[in-house]
């Protein structure tokens, strides 16, 4: 007999890990040894528990899961039938073997205790609630009724359901009261602060959204596939912008490097009469050069309106105020009642974007145009400058010979 525990801890060991399937992620080994841990923790300082009383108590701590192999409603009474076939088999007295089979049956989450050591199993079968790490037990028992029961609860439906459990909770022995009662009362305090947090966040989130579809409906603004139009077609525009202005860039560097070298190193050379055939060749090769330059600084030199308007603009929707050059002289609080006018008004306001999305088109045209012709003006100069280089040299040197 006093090996009895061994032997039912051997069994129900290998029992759980071979039969219980694994979508029970809480009601598992790991529960089971918990609970047989809490009521060796409970015993040691409970008085008036004898060796036999305590040994039932962890025999049935062992057994009392051992149900939901078979059974997910009424878990308990197959438990207690594994427990008393076991035990009938060790030749376990049959007063005893009914002794425990009560005990595991206590387990059931609506009993009501009865007697001092179905108090003390009620009690360490639910002391997670009193853990520190009780969210982490918690979140275990809703993902096993997510994947035995298909109880799939929102957040705040899980928080409430905590928070109306340990607050109907109470503790059935004197010991586990002392011990844990005030864990207990923090835990169900996170919950409560949990629970309001989803709360505001929750209602914060709807005043948001119906701020929103109120602003929707009010500008009856179209669907998200015109949106996302404007807003795709007026980016490549100023991505094709910033190419162009790029272009320009460089080839407004490139010419100056060109100048820079001429006059440093080929104007002075023109000083030595030796050197006259180079006059020529070089005007053509700085006025190409210089012609590149004006180009350049032309495709990139902004135009600047006169940046303001009258309320009459605004009215008849004359002004598109998207564009900084039509407002940038004009007073904020004008500004601001400008917009104001503006997004009460559809047409207005998509109006705006048009007439954006156009005008850019323009300017974009007239950058592109004159790069094309700076480009061409570079091509032919350069071309015409090797030549007259070329030719400089060659009747140069027939005037020698």
Known sequence: MENILTEVEKYVVH???????????????????????????????????????????????????????????????????IAKD?????NVADAEIDGIAEIIRATEMTYEPKTKLEGIIRDADSAHISSKNYEDYASLLRKEWELTLNKNLTKDEW?????????????NSDIAASKWEKRKGK???????????IKIDTNKLKHKK???????????????GVETMFR?????????????????????????????????????KLDNPSNDYLIYPTLIFMFF???????????????????????????????????????HQMKLNEFEWAMEEMMKDKDYLYGSLTKDLYFLGLVLNRKYNL?????????????????AFGISFWLSESVIN
């Not at 940046?307 to 407002?327: C, H, R, S, Y």
């Open 15 to 81: 029992y759980l890990n071979e039969k219980l399937d694994p979508k029970f992620v809480y009601h598992n080994l790991a529960h089971t040894q918990r609970v047989v841990e809490k009521i060796n923790e409970l015993t040691e300082e409970e008085s008036g528990i004898t060796d036999d009383e305590k040994r039932q108590l962890l025999i049935a701590a062992w057994f009392h899961d051992t149900g939901f192999t078979e059974t997910i409603d009424g878990h308990e009474e197959e438990s207690a039938k």
């Open 86 to 90: 076991f035990l009938k088999q060790h």
């Open 159 to 171: 928080l409430m359901s905590n928070i109306e459990f340990l607050t109907n909770h109470t503790f």
């Open 187 to 197: 835990n169900l305090a996170n919950l409560l602060q949990s629970y309001n947090k």
């Open 210 to 224: 119906a701020e929103l579809q109120f602003k929707k409906e009010k500008l009856d603004l179209p669907d998200r």
């Open 232 to 268: 795709v077609a007026l980016r490549n525009h100023i991505t094709l912008s910033d190419i162009a202005d790029t272009k320009a860039n460089i080839l407004l560097s490139v010419n100056a490097i060109i100048i820079s070298v001429a006059l440093s190193n080929l104007l002075p």
């Open 289 to 327: 050069t210089v012609i590149c330059i004006v180009l350049s600084v032309l495709a990139t030199r902004p135009n600047v309106t006169k940046g303001q308007f009258t309320k009459e603009d605004v009215a008849n929707k004359k002004v598109n105020l998207l564009f900084f050059g039509n407002f």
């Open 371 to 387: 790069l094309r012709v700076t480009y061409n003006v570079f091509v032919i100069g350069i071309v015409i400058s090797v030549l």
